[in-house]
């Protein structure tokens, strides 16, 4: 969401409690896309606005199964397309292979798991959004509703009713 374009108001509130009886109260209101901004991870605030799971595990799982499959892939093509025949033993054998399946196995995992973080958290951003406020990361937790002028009031209400320290209108 670019706040650069949308108009909405920023609350910005003391505790982290007051912050997350203030997204319950404005999801009750039918105010869904809300921005967030916390001094310090708060798993609480995620609850609050319905995020239960991360999607970069299933970014992590598609890592290991891919490079645990090449670990196998790759090393029993180059048995195949070499065959090395010694002591009547089988060309493509699991045993030599588990090495390189378990070091791919870790590299891709890995490897996946950077590139989802960073793509579902929206990194890296060169430049902040204009509803940032430099308090956000010292002491303060702030709330950023973005609302037509339709909505800009009745959001400016929901948020009156909380425990917000300060209100701001964007435009």
């Not at 706040?3 to 909405?8: M, Q, W």
């Not at 896309?33 to 319905?50: F, K, R, T």
């Not at 010292?138 to 709330?143: A, E, F, K, N, Q």
């Not at 609302?147 to 400016?156: F, I, K, N, T, V």
Request: hydrophobic residues 45%; negative net charge.
């Amino acid at each position: 969401m670019n706040t650069s374009e949308i108009a909405g108001v920023i609350a910005q509130y003391g505790s982290m409690d007051s912050t997350r009886d203030a997204i319950l109260t404005l999801r009750e209101a039918g105010f869904e896309d809300l921005e967030i901004y916390s001094p310090i991870p708060a798993p609480d605030l995620e609850e609050a606005m319905g995020i239960y799971h991360s999607p970069v595990r299933l970014w992590a799982l598609i890592g290991g199964i891919t490079g645990c499959t090449l670990g196998f892939l790759l090393p029993a093509g180059a048995s195949l397309a070499y065959p090395l025949v010694t002591q009547g033993k089988p060309i493509v054998s699991l045993p030599p292979f588990i090495v390189v399946m378990f070091e791919l196995t870790v590299l891709l995992t890995g490897i996946f798991s950077l590139f989802a973080m960073l793509v579902h958290a929206r990194k890296p951003k060169l430049k902040l959004a204009p509803s940032y406020r430099r308090e956000f990361s010292v002491d303060r937790w702030g709330i950023f509703v973005p609302a037509d002028p339709g909505r800009r009031a009745e959001a400016e209400r929901v948020l009156g009713e909380t425990a917000a320290l300060s209100l701001e209108v964007t435009a």
